[in-house]
């Protein structure tokens, strides 16, 4: 069984930083991309950001400049620093992971809530 944790979410003010978490357990036996979605209330889902098993990072346009995603294969963990936090970026942040386990499978969390006030 393969499970996605994530953590660091919370409230935070315009400007201001956050740093999410996701951890990825259970039977693995490889990690391939690790993603960052995120969903706004009447919004559909999209990527936020993406990151292979080398290190080669991808990033949605709205948060170039602003959001560094990184990962620790020793921790098959995923992380999401989230700097100069504007409004619109609240949303439930989810983490998604295409695990080997042995079969192929894109895995999800649970979600976390961000949220940026003005």
């Known amino acids: 069984q393969v499970q996605l944790v994530e953590s660091g979410g919370g409230l935070v003010q315009a400007g201001g930083s956050l740093r999410l978490s996701c951890a990825a357990s259970?039977?693995?036996?490889?990690?391939?991309?690790m993603d960052w979605f995120r969903q706004a209330p009447g919004k559909q889902r999209e990527l936020v950001a993406s990151?292979?098993?080398?290190?080669?990072?991808t990033y949605a346009d709205s948060v170039k400049g602003r959001f560094t995603i990184s990962r620790d294969n020793a921790k098959n963990t995923v992380y999401l620093q989230m700097n100069s936090l504007k409004p619109e970026d609240t949303a439930v942040y989810y983490c998604?992971?295409?695990?080997?386990?042995?079969?192929?499978?894109?895995?999800w969390g649970q979600g976390t809530q961000v949220t940026v006030s003005s």
């Open positions: 998604a992971a295409e695990i080997i386990s042995p079969h192929v499978y894109k895995y």
């Open positions: 259970g039977s693995i036996l490889r990690i391939n991309d």
């Open positions: 990151i292979t098993a080398g290190g080669r990072s």
